[in-house]
């Protein structure tokens, strides 16, 4: 998402600040999930020399709450298509959803998956963003289609 302006930039960058832009994104497991859907709160610490992001206790230092929903879009033999919504914006956040619900991303081998993709991604996808326009308010709505490889295939078929 850019900005024309500096003016709008600083709104846009205002909204997400405030959380007053929806995120959506799609992903896939490499497990299927044992509910529907659900809504998950978890404090995550990041550890920056390994580049990675640990659930902790509350209270923990350095720790920020995360809270995360998902629900299941399709599934197909052991994958499932979920769609996830972050409340909170953290750092690998949804990546740490998926795999604390033993239902890590396909190729997330970081938080629990079993083998790589093909082509070395995770199957994480951002969706679409909905955002008031930044100088006029009018509501918007921008969507992105996955991708082409062949894990996103579940997806095009529905």
Do not use: C
């Amino acid at each position: 998402l850019f900005a024309r302006t500096s003016k709008a930039a600083a709104r846009l960058s205002a909204a997400f600040k405030a959380r007053q832009v929806e995120k959506t994104y799609w992903g896939v497991s490499e497990r299927p999930l044992l509910q529907d859907e659900g809504s998950l709160e978890q404090w995550l610490r990041k550890d920056a020399q390994r580049n990675r992001v640990e659930v902790v206790g509350a209270g923990t230092p350095g720790a920020k709450l995360a809270h995360s929903l998902w629900r299941v879009l399709g599934g197909r033999g052991d994958h499932t298509w979920v769609e996830l919504r972050p409340l909170s914006g953290r750092s690998h956040q949804l990546r740490v959803a998926m795999g604390s619900l033993d239902a890590p991303l396909a190729g997330d081998l970081k938080y629990g998956a079993s083998t790589p993709l093909p082509d070395q991604s995770i199957a994480l996808h951002a969706r679409s963003l909905e955002l008031a326009h930044p100088v006029g308010g009018r509501s918007l709505r921008f969507e992105s289609e996955p991708p082409a490889g062949r894990v996103w295939q579940l997806v095009r078929g529905r």
